[in-house]
């Protein structure tokens, strides 16, 4: 998950362009509740998967969920569930 200023709630994508664009600095701010030693861990209790903990996660867990979500809802392949991403960090209010 990355969090920006705007939350975490976002999608990424990339657009080639033929233009020089100079780098956007590097933010020195924390915008994770849990790292600023505040209460939250909300994407923890989020979790279906049990995947997140306060160490890290566990991308085999997590991924063993998106298969079964991806057998029980067939289609395109599903790259995330996203629940860990709608705790109070999702929106820029955070
Ligand atoms: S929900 Fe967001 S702010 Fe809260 S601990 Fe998780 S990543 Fe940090
Ligand atoms: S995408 Fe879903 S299963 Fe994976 S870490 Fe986030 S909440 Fe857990």
Avoid: W
């Amino acid at each position: 998950m990355l969090i920006t200023k705007t939350g975490c709630a976002g999608r990424f994508g990339t657009l080639l362009v033929s233009v020089e664009i100079p780098p956007t600095p590097h933010l020195k701010e924390e915008f994770c509740r849990y790292k600023k030693e505040e209460k939250c861990l909300v994407c923890i209790s989020r979790c279906p998967a049990a995947a997140l903990s306060a160490e890290g996660l566990d991308k085999e867990k997590c991924f063993r969920l998106l298969q079964e979500n991806s057998r029980v809802f067939p289609g395109p392949n599903q790259t995330a569930c996203g629940k860990c991403a709608t705790g109070p960090c999702a929106l820029k209010s955070c």
